[in-house]
Structures are given as structure tokens and as C-alpha cells.
């Protein structure tokens, strides 16, 4: 009685994997889906500032004028504070005004992510969710910064 039980299950199984590929959804699979990256607000000591969908806390740098990332220009410097540049769209999370989310073209042609009209950042030695140790750090001629919920901090 156990061996028509197992021929059904290996069937079952085996025709659960041709379904996903060959069906549109299965075939496309993540290549053609877009990433939800949310930004959202944590509470730290500085009080509550914006984050990415992991919780890595999210930068601005004072050099940068308008819309305009700065740091791509300076030598090292992307590397050190990376551009917030992620490949899905960006949503709002609770208390975040989705109405100052928007976004630059990069001179390598990706988007970086801006907030109330600025750039955002993160710092490439991030090790823990929603620190600040490096908020206020005066590196490639500006201030990296924190923001809040209002675009400032």
C-alpha cells in the first residue's frame, strides 16, 4: 500500500517543478520582478531617522548642492558612503512622506534614491541596523548626516 503513496508524491513533486518552468511567472522569475525597497523611520538616539528595508541607517552629505550627489566626484569617496542606488522602487513606510521620495540619475546611469531633495547615502562599514556612530562625520569635504522623517536632522 506504501509504494502507490510514494509513485504519487514523486508525481506530484515532479509536476509542481514543470509547472513553475514552464509557466510565465516561473520562467520570468526574479529577473523580471522589481525589488519593493522600503524607507523607513527607527529610533535611535538622534531620535527617529530614515532607513533602508534592512534597517541600515541612511546618510546625507552637506557638499551636495540641490540634487546633485557630490561625492561621485570625489575620489574614494563613493566608495566609503556608496549611493543609496537600490534596483527596486522605493516605497514609504509608516511616518515616511512618500510625497519626498525621489530620484537622480547617477553618471553611471542608475538611480540613487533622494529624500526632501537629497542625495542619500550609505556608509560601506555599516555593521549594525540604525547606528549613528557615524552621523556628524566630516570626511570628503562635508558632514554626513542623518534624516529624519522632514528631509533634515
Known sequence: MKRPYALL???????????????????????????????????????????????????????????????????QCPGTWPAFAPSGTPTAGPGVKASLISSIKLPNGSRQITYAGHPLYHYFSASEQGETAYVGAMEFGGTWLAVNAAGGL
Do not use: E, M
Open 9 to 75: 508524491a514523486c508525481l506530484l513533486s515532479t509536476s509542481a517543478v514543470l509547472v513553475a518552468l514552464v509557466s510565465p511567472a516561473g520562467a520570468a522569475g526574479t529577473a523580471s520582478s522589481s525589488r519593493v525597497v522600503k524607507i523607513q523611520l527607527r529610533h535611535t538616539s538622534l531620535g527617529k531617522i530614515l532607513v533602508d528595508s534592512s534597517g541600515f541607517t541612511l546618510y546625507r552629505f552637506t557638499k551636495d548642492s540641490g540634487r546633485t550627489n557630490s561625492c561621485v566626484k570625489t575620489s
